[in-house]
């Protein structure tokens, strides 16, 4: 699998750009990772689907709302999503691509303009560098932003609920706390349910279908020390990992870890 | 130590009961514990001590919330506590009472008529079984509950902060979960600060200095299966083991396990 092969660390550099500053740079064909990029800004995965294919994907969302919380979507075949910024083109906007027929990335563009059809509905879904600001902003230490690495994400045993062509595992994110942090990590990410919220797990990986911590599925692998717990979150690869593995006729996403940069504030995600 | 012998398993049969009627029943000469009693209302931990020791404890309490959340006080030689029951008698309303010289047990009575003087302050401290409600209440299951024994207690090696006399290490309670029970359960007692709140710990008795959570400091062991999490929280035996340490000329707390029942509701006490 290469779904998280293109996640890049953290660009410092472009942390002070405002959200719209920062689409309309990729809409002129700047690219890379968008870690750390418009700092505050909720950024977002993208999944487009054929409109006959859009109500089983609405479905499996709406089912599995930890790993695809839905914060924004399209009418059918309209670029704009205008909740998440008035000027936003979701052909454009993203600093890479990948289109999918059959299960396979076809093409990895910058834009998306000669893909475009009338019958597609775009999903946009929370992503996890909105808790972890929140997490940072409390003083927890994060192991990967830390070593400069992307997040160890893992397929798990745990079935999403399907619908219609779209089933497959929950993939996770992991992040190792000592104790007294992955309680905080709990009641700070449990504020976010728009973002995969609390935890699905902790403590035991092989629960869950993980029998190496230091072997993840996709990303980095980051040390679990002796007296830290590794602490779980749903992640936003399982719907692409979802997509994939559906073989689904044709699909357009963002590239792992080039995401969408919308003009909702991290903090407004807030539900306490 | 025999700070928790006392402590009994539920007593099922006097659920119904109000906390009002529970008390005069209590003032009346009934005793035994007071787990299960008057299911809803809150239950409290007691420490009566003289005024010039008093502002001490006060101040100790203050700067360790967590195991010792004051949820009532009197003024000095004053039995009443309105604030948890209009005609509530601290000297009377407690099934059993322990009496201490000098860090000695010399008595265990059925009320404290007899060593009631005009310099006593009482304490009222929040105690687990009001989260214990919360967890049953959301369906997790409490395995010390479900075997009808004791709950397992353990001295750590987080050191309490001081207050005058007042000093020693943090007494805390276990209840294993699974993973994903174990979330749930920072969740729904981090709604209830005045009782213990948030677990302290989970996952690793040793880094907080027990050595075998087969072997607890009060309280009776429960297994913890392979596939489970113990989760750590404040214990309100902590002070009593702190005014036992201290061995201050007099005081009076509760026989562990039979608690003042109050007014208050449990629900009440949700911060959310």
Chains 1, 2 share one sequence.
Not at 36 to 45: D, H, P, Y
Not at 169 to 189: E, G
């Amino acid at each position: 699998m290469t779904i998280s092969a293109a996640i890049q660390p953290l660009r410092k550099e472009d942390d002070h750009l405002t959200s719209r500053q920062a689409r309309l740079d990729y809409r002129n064909g700047k690219t890379g990772s968008t870690a750390g990029v418009a700092s505050g800004f909720v950024q977002g995965n993208l999944a487009i689907l054929p409109e006959n294919l859009a109500s089983s994907f609405h479905r499996f969302c709406q089912l599995n709302p930890k790993p695809c919380p839905i914060i924004g979507m399209s009418d059918v075949g309209d670029p704009r999503i205008p909740s998440l910024g008035l000027d936003l083109d979701i052909r454009t906007d993203i600093p890479r691509y990948r289109v999918w027929r059959d299960g396979e990335v076809i093409d990895e563009p910058t834009d998306v303009m000669a893909h475009w059809r009338d019958d597609l509905v775009a999903f946009v879904l929370g992503c996890s560098f909105s808790f972890e600001e929140a997490l940072l902003d409390e003083g927890l230490p994060i192991r990967h932003i830390e070593r400069n690495v992307r997040v160890p994400m893992y397929r798990t045993n745990i079935a999403c609920a399907s619908a219609g062509p779209f089933a497959g595992p929950m993939v996770v994110s992991m992040r190792p706390f000592k104790p007294a942090q992955a309680i905080r990590a709990v009641q700070i990410t449990s504020r976010f349910p728009s973002v995969h919220g609390a935890p699905v797990h902790l403590g035991h990986p092989q629960s869950i279908g993980i029998k190496d911590i230091a072997k993840p599925d996709y990303g980095d692998a980051v040390p679990v020390e002796p007296d830290e717990i590794p602490v779980f979150w749903a992640c936003g690869v399982t719907p692409q990992a979802v997509i994939a593995a559906a073989k689904v006729p044709f699909a357009i996403t963002h590239a792992p870890g080039l995401m969408l940069v919308t003009d909702l504030k991290n903090k407004d995600l807030a539900v306490l």
